[in-house]
């Protein structure tokens, strides 16, 4: 398989080939009526390899973010009818398919036959990091927003500017896995009695204070966890996660695969809790055979989590976190 390039289009995205491998089986048993949910759109790299990569398939591609579909959709137009961009959570898939029957050709496959290919690829884009005014990033001064979706009301200022010490304080550890998080909580409280916390600045040089300077200079950037825990609280990550891969779960035709590339532990646990779950029998033990709807739902097609190798953290650094994980369906 050959790697598309980054290009005007940012990173290069994470591990795609061996994403791409994982879903090929069953991409190639669905002939002409494959279709691959790519729940987490983005700029549209994994998209537009799927779409070049297997020449009858139909993507469907979510996204919360309209600046990305915007995008996804322009840089996906050569291939027509074939993706079909929706706006919405990806725990939202179940909702967006059955909405686009009529007028996407993939979906109206996808509700007849079901879903050969489902792709999570979790946590904030490369794209959205490279869009400074959207405040995820530690490294560039912006507004404090957070925000995938533009639309929705609460953004990390709000969190850092009206939530009790408490309430950030649990956010940072629980979210982030911050050890100072209510050190941090306390800078916070403090400097908004005297102003409000509006730019992303301001708060990584109260997280600087706040960390002792000995634990500042291990473990990468001092505002990494806050700023993780912040955007997870701001979309709900977590919550949408738990919701999404039930529902992808039950668009997979027998046979479909869904592949999910995690980047923090919560994450990482929220999947392997759930994929231990869809792949446990439960056929009473001690009998001889196998009871008709007993055996397990799906299949683990990935022993543990699969972590990137050297050539491809050196191809693109966002891989050295992640965890990939893939199943199979067995039967409804």
Do not use: W
């Not at 700029?43 to 579909?69: K, M, N, S, Y």
């Not at 969190?159 to 550890?173: D, F, P, R």
């Amino acid at each position: 398989m050959t790697t598309i390039p980054a290009g005007e289009h940012g990173h290069i995205p994470v591990m795609i080939d061996r994403v791409t491998a994982l879903l090929e089986p069953s991409v190639a048993a669905a002939g002409d009526t494959a279709v691959i949910v790519d729940c987490t759109l983005g700029a549209g790299g994994h998209t537009e390899h799927f779409l070049a990569t297997f020449p009858t398939a139909h993507v469907i591609g979510l996204d919360r973010d309209q600046r990305a579909l915007d995008i996804a959709t322009a840089r996906l137009e050569p291939y027509g009818d074939r993706f079909t961009a929706v706006k919405t959570r990806f725990d939202g898939i179940t909702q967006a398919l059955a909405d686009h029957v009529a007028d996407s050709a993939g979906c109206a496959i996808a509700a007849a036959h079901g879903v050969a290919g489902i792709l999570f690829d979790l946590g904030v884009s490369s794209m959205q990091l490279d869009q400074p005014e959207r405040g995820f990033s530690y490294a560039r001064n912006a507004p404090l927003d957070m925000r995938m979706d533009e639309q929705t009301s609460l953004t990390a200022a709000d969190i850092v500017n009206t939530y009790s010490h408490g309430e950030i304080a649990k956010i940072l550890s629980q979210l982030g896995d911050e050890r100072f998080a209510a050190k941090i909580a306390s800078a916070i409280v403090q400097h908004r009695q005297q102003a409000p916390i509006t730019d992303t600045a301001t708060l990584v040089e109260l997280i600087y204070q706040a960390i002792p300077a000995p634990a500042r200079r291990t473990g990468g950037h001092p505002a990494k966890r806050t700023f993780q825990a912040l955007r997870v609280a701001v979309n709900s990550e977590l919550h949408s996660i738990e919701q999404a891969l039930p529902a992808a779960m039950s668009a997979l035709r027998v046979g479909g695969r869904m592949v999910v590339m995690s980047y923090q532990s919560h994450e990482d646990k929220l999947v392997k809790s759930q994929f231990a779950a869809a792949t446990k029998s439960h056929q009473p033990p001690g009998l001889p055979m196998d009871l008709p709807g007993h055996g397990p739902q799906f299949s683990a097609l990935t022993r543990g989590a699969l972590q990137a190798t050297d050539d491809e953290i050196a191809e693109n650094p966002r891989a050295k976190p992640v965890r990939v994980r893939a199943i199979e369906k067995l039967r409804e």
